[in-house]
Nanobody, 116 residues
């Protein structure tokens, strides 16, 4: 059974930083591309970023490019998302997803709230 457990969210001021983590189990993590998606209040799911199996290739939505960094540790089966220069519009529930594009299994999410 695929299990994805996100953590690291919280309340942060504009311009601040957070590091999200996603602990994966129930599948061969190192053989799967992974992604992050988010859902703001009252809005649909928005794809944020993808990472290749080895971590060498990454892609980002234009809205986060240059501010967010996706990475992974295949030895620990953990996916990360570093969030820098946060804006109020980054407020959302963040989910990690098995596979690319955010269309696969997802965890329960971790809330990121950016507010002064």
């Amino acid at each position: 059974e695929v299990q994805l457990v996100e953590s690291g969210g919280g309340l942060v001021q504009p311009g601040g930083s957070l590091r999200l983590s996603c602990a994966a189990s129930g599948f061969t993590f190192r053989l799967n591309r992974m992604s992050w998606v988010r859902q703001a209040p009252g809005k649909g799911l928005e794809w944020v970023s993808d990472i290749s199996t080895g971590g060498a290739s990454t892609t980002y939505a234009d809205s986060v490019k240059g501010r967010f960094t996706i990475s992974r540790d295949n030895a620990k089966n953990v996916l990360y998302l570093q969030l820098n220069s946060l804006k109020t519009e980054d407020t959302a529930m963040y989910y990690c997803s098995k596979g690319s594009g955010g269309v696969g299994d997802r965890g329960q999410g971790t809330q990121v709230t950016v507010s002064s």
